[in-house]
T-cell receptor
Framework: DSGVTQTPKHLITATGQRVTLRCSPRSGDLSVYWYQQSLDQGLQFLIHYYNGEERAKGNILERFSAQQFPDLHSELNLSSLELGDSALYFC???????????FGPGTRLTVL | LAKTTQPISMDSYEGQEVNITCSHNNIATNDYITWYQQFPSQGPRFIIQGYKTKVTNEVASLFIPADRKSSTLSLPRVSLSDTAVYYCLVGDVGGYQKVTFGTGTKLQVIP
């Protein structure tokens, strides 16, 4: 158990819909990272937040957005969903320097 | 971040030592080298990290030559449970702000 929690574990929805994925980092970790992993693909970095502020963006679509709240949990919002958005979405957390990331169990999103 | 190159896949028999090499020719002075392991449908798990020479922990060793343009993850006496994808990352200690995992090396351990 990494100490990072993600909810829900599975999510099935339809095209055009909007969903919110939630992540709670390890106690004391200020950084939160979001990744997308499609079937048999590598991990694609989406976005990094540090103590509530956006630090870096990767290949994140405009239909996707994220935020980190004062209690340090983070949410990833995916809107106007397409079939190609079906993937595993991982959240990771780290202490400030990001040297070692601890990953959550992931949320499996299926868009039908 | 420095670009990394790893073999796409490797096979090994149980009980053998496995060495996975990662090339990172444009590694920067402040960059550390980190390896993660990922099982299917699970989040990656940190294995080991180093800056230069050799680092060893309870599960693996990491060898980094003087020029730091490559690194080798060594897994002693692998078992079937070591079948996984192994990722090499190179980045600044101060911020893995844009993280690139790459495609990783798929290790298959054969009985």
């Amino acid at each position: 158990d990494s100490g990072v929690t993600q909810t829900p574990k599975h999510l099935i929805t339809a095209t055009g819909q909007r969903v919110t994925l939630r992540c709670s980092p390890r106690s004391g970790d200020l950084s939160v990272y979001w990744y997308q992993q499609s079937l048999d693909q590598g991990l694609q970095f989406l976005i990094h937040y540090y103590n509530g502020e956006e630090r870096a963006k990767g290949n994140i679509l405009e239909r996707f957005s994220a935020q980190q709240f004062p209690d340090l949990h983070s949410e990833l919002n995916l809107s106007s969903l397409e079939l190609g958005d079906s993937a595993l979405y991982f959240c990771a957390s780290s202490v400030a320097d990001g040297r070692r990331q601890f990953f959550g169990p992931g949320t499996r999103l299926t868009v039908l | 971040l420095a670009k990394t190159t790893q073999p796409i896949s490797m096979d090994s028999y149980e009980g053998q030592e496995v060495n996975i090499t990662c090339s990172h020719n444009n590694i920067a002075t402040n960059d550390y080298i980190t390896w993660y392991q990922q099982f299917p449908s699970q989040g990656p798990r940190f294995i080991i990290q180093g800056y230069k020479t050799k680092v060893t922990n309870e599960v693996a060793s990491l060898f980094i030559p003087a020029d730091r343009k490559s690194s080798t993850l060594s897994l002693p006496r692998v078992s079937l449970s070591d079948t996984a994808v192994y990722y090499c990352l190179v980045g600044d200690v101060g911020g893995y702000q844009k993280v690139t995992f790459g495609t990783g090396t798929k290790l298959q351990v054969i009985p």
